[in-house]
């Protein structure tokens, strides 16, 4: 079966970094999506891996290593309006879009 | 900006009660998709469209049917409502190509079903 495996919920303090890992296993790998998602909204798009490596984006960086079927979003400097649900996403060898169930990340003063 | 749009936020209807849910988008995209969101699971695709008259079946279309008459609008149906299609539900569109492509989403439509 194919599978996405997040944390469900992280707690992180204002100002500081969070790491947020998303692990994999699919049939075939095309891509994979990271999406806020502030409670009660949409999801909304945050980047998009689809070689190895690290891909920086202001404070948000996400990590790429398709070999170990694993990616992370890095969150710095990080601040109260962070606080939503983040989801990990992966394209399979058929392109379609296998969500995980997200990772509720809870920021404190 | 792309702009998706759904026709309610909340809803509440009975059990056997049939139930449309509009989703409309402005940047005329082709490919057009149903999602319902529920606690502890990722979003489940229930339906898609790649094109106006298309549709295919995602993971979970039991339950369910779409239309796509015109390129800016799909709507979802739930012909005979039961209590476990309580859900939140999210259209998304994306342009043309392949599902690389990031998909835009509306704010969604939290169903109650009594």
């Known amino acids: 079966g194919q599978n996405i495996d997040q944390p469900t919920e992280m707690t992180a303090t204002e100002g500081a970094i969070v790491q947020i890992n998303c692990t994999y296993q699919t049939s075939g790998f095309n891509g994979l999506f990271w999406y806020q998602q502030h409670a009660g909204e949409a999801p909304t798009f945050l980047s998009y891996?689809?070689l190895d490596g690290l891909e920086e984006k202001g404070r948000f960086s996400s990590f790429l290593s398709r070999s170990k079927g694993y990616s992370y979003l890095l969150l710095k400097e990080l601040q109260m309006k962070d606080s939503a649900s983040y989801l990990c996403?992966?394209?399979?060898?058929?392109?379609?879009?296998?969500w995980g169930a997200g990772t509720k990340l809870i920021i404190k003063p | 900006d792309v702009k998706v749009t759904q026709s309610s936020r909340y809803l509440v209807k009975r059990t056997g009660e049939k139930v449309f849910l509009e989703c409309v988008q402005d940047m005329d995209h082709e490919n057009m998709f149903w999602y319902r969101q529920d606690p502890g699971l990722g979003l489940r695709l229930i339906y898609f469209?790649?094109?106006?008259?298309?549709?295919e079946k995602g993971d979970i279309p039991e339950g369910y049917s779409v239309s796509r008459e015109k390129k800016e609008r799909f709507s979802l149906i739930l012909e005979s409502a039961s209590t476990n299609q309580t859900s939140m539900y999210l259209c998304?569109?994306?342009?043309?190509?392949?599902?690389?492509?990031?998909?835009?989403f509306g704010p969604g439509t939290r169903l109650t079903v009594l």
């Open positions: 891996n689809v």
């Open positions: 469209s790649y094109d106006v008259k298309m549709k």
């Open positions: 998304a569109s994306s342009p043309p190509g392949q599902v690389t492509d990031t998909q835009y």
């Open positions: 996403a992966v394209i399979d060898s058929n392109y379609q879009l296998i």
